[in-house]
């Protein structure tokens, strides 16, 4: 039991970490996909193709 809730919680680190460096790396292009539970919690869950869809939600709000 405890072994699943650190694995949860490593996912969960990761995936903001993902989104910083994403952020960090496109910052020049002025595409930035927000950090809060709801985008971490979908790159948590679905990974890169959620990161993804994140980017292509926040393209087509421009």
């Keep these: 039991m405890l072994k699943m809730i650190f694995g949860i919680f490593k996912k969960i680190i990761l995936a903001a970490f993902i989104l910083y460096g994403f952020n960090l790396l496109m910052s020049p292009l002025s595409v ?26 926040m393209l087509i709000a421009l």
């Design 32 to 57: 930035i996909v927000p950090i809060n539970i709801i985008t971490v919690s979908a790159v948590t869950i679905l990974g890169f193709p959620g990161l993804f869809g994140l980017i292509v939600i």
